[in-house]
């Protein structure tokens, strides 16, 4: 009898041990299924409307452009990739697809959020670019943001691909149905903490400093651009009030990533550096579930800005590229140039 009893107890801890099964009750794991189904479905139809409307203009797609489709491409990756392994799990109630699918999830989640993080560091730099060295904005072209996308790829494969070279590793999340990076192992050793610091900098403290300094120094130039515009041209004005609006159109990107993604990091190294199980399981899937919807927003913000170049309405730059071609001819007669911007408005 007291052997059964044994045997019965150790069966219990091995379920209590397992990592893949589920730490919520069944109706919470419903209720994170069907909301992750939500922003899986939404955020797979919007960025995949952004990337199909670039494809109808894509050798008419400037700079700036290209990168904002290379943003949606990593937002509809997330979706298309890793929410179909969390979706089911959370139905499944617990993680279903054994250590290969839990590395390929963190693995797939990692690289996707890199590389629409670099991305947004990218734009972050253009933008400053563009507003606060309007003499210096014009040189970026079309196969210097192609080189530029080799980069961002190339950094977000290198750091996503480190752990298997047995730097660190992809582990389930404390409540079993998610995989994540191993941000356990700063409480194992000295190589756990270097791998997680090294993480922490390069993957988030770094490219937030510089998107937070490019876009405190543009607030700061906005101030006092007016008058400083005023000085060019009209074409250059027109391009500046279009840089402007990419610029809002950035920095709302860059707001909504933060804003999903913050809670996360917090918990995350609350959870390397605090006490063992200082966060409670029930509180640690709330930011996870919120940083799985920032691949949702990048589209609502296209739409909701209407900005000129958001790559969702072809053909919006058509009447400034010819405004801008006949600019050029203008004679250099005061009165011929008046005539002829008049006539220029009524295109």
């Known amino acids: 009898m007291e052997q059964g009893q044994n045997i019965s107890s150790q069966d219990d801890n091995q379920q209590e041990e397992d990592p893949f099964a589920s730490k919520l009750s069944v109706e919470a794991d419903i209720v994170a299924g069907v909301y992750l189904l939500v922003i899986g479905i939404l955020s797979t139809l919007g960025n995949g409307y952004v990337i ?3 494809t109808q203009r894509k050798k008419k797609l400037k700079p700036a452009e290209i990168m904002t489709v290379n943003l949606a491409v990593c ?18 109630h617990r993680w279903i697809f054994g250590w290969s699918g839990c590395r390929w ?3 797939a989640g990692f690289f996707f959020g890199i590389g629409s993080l ?10 400053y670019f563009k507003i606060c060295h309007l003499s210096y904005g014009t040189w970026l072209k079309r196969h210097h943001v192609f080189i530029c996308l080799g980069i961002i790829w190339s950094y977000a494969a290198f750091w996503a691909t480190i752990p298997f070279a047995g730097f660190g590793n992809y582990a389930p999340e404390p409540f079993g149905t998610s995989c994540t990076l191993d941000w356990w192992l700063a409480q194992g050793s000295v190589a756990g903490q270097a791998f997680i610091l090294n993480i922490l900098f390069f993957c988030l403290v770094l490219p937030t400093a510089v998107i937070m300094f490019c876009y405190v120094k543009i607030i700061a130039k906005v101030q006092s651009s007016t008058k400083e515009v005023a000085h060019y041209d009209t074409r250059i004005q027109n391009q500046h ?13 860059c707001a909504g990533f933060m804003f999903a993604w913050i809670p996360y990091a917090v918990v995350s190294v609350w959870s390397a550096f605090g006490r063992p199980d200082s966060v409670p399981i029930k509180v640690s899937v709330i930011p996870t ?3 799985k919807s920032a691949a949702m927003y990048n589209p609502v913000i296209y739409q909701v800005i209407d900005c000129k170049s958001a790559c969702c309405r072809p053909g919006n730059l058509q009447p400034l590229q010819k405004k801008n071609s006949r600019l050029y001819i203008i004679p250099t007669g005061k009165k011929s140039e008046v005539v002829q911007e008049t006539q220029l408005d009524s295109v």
């Open 52 to 54: 199909y409307m670039s």
């Open 75 to 92: 937002d509809l990756g997330i979706s298309v990739v890793g929410k179909p392994f969390s979706i089911i799990a959370f139905f499944s």
């Open 105 to 107: 999830y963190g693995w």
């Open 118 to 127: 670099i991305t947004m560091t990218a734009v972050s730099l253009d933008r």
């Open 241 to 253: 009030v279009l840089e402007m609006k990419l610029t809002k159109v950035a920095m709302l990107i």
């Open 289 to 291: 579930l919120l940083a």
